[in-house]
């Protein structure tokens, strides 16, 4: 059973940095992309980063510059990790991790539903 885990998060003032982390393991074929989605009150969930092995990570145009995604293979599965700078009171959001794996050892067809519970991010003096 895939296992999707998040790390970090928290309350910080304007201006300042902080670091998610999450791991992904019990994945039976390879991961094809990983990615960082947040929600908003009263919003519906949006990309944040993804990185899907094609040498340019895809950002939101409302991050792009301050926030940089890293991916890692671990000694089980894969791990990804959001460093977030200059944080904004918009950023205040739960982050979840998504992680979107092949159904079968040819890479062809993938299943995007593995999230992660989410964790909090508030951006506040």
Not at 10 to 25: E, F, I, N
Not at 80 to 101: G, K, Q, S, V
Not at 108 to 121: A, C, F, L
């Amino acid at each position: 059973q895939v296992r999707v885990v998040e790390s970090g998060g928290g309350l910080v003032q304007p201006g300042g940095s902080l670091r998610l982390s999450c791991a992904v393991s019990g994945n039976r074929f390879r991961i094809h992309a990983m990615g960082w989605y947040r929600q908003a009150p009263g919003k519906e969930r949006e990309l944040v980063a993804r990185d899907a092995r094609t040498g340019t990570p895809d950002y939101a145009d409302s991050v792009k510059g301050r926030f940089t995604v890293s991916r890692h293979k671990a000694a089980e599965g894969e791990t990804i990790d959001l460093r977030m700078t200059d944080l904004r009171p918009e950023d205040t959001a739960i982050y979840y991790c998504n992680a979107e794996i092949f159904v079968n050892p040819l890479g062809r067809g993938t299943d995007s539903n593995n999230w992660g519970r989410g964790t909090q991010v508030t951006v506040s003096s």
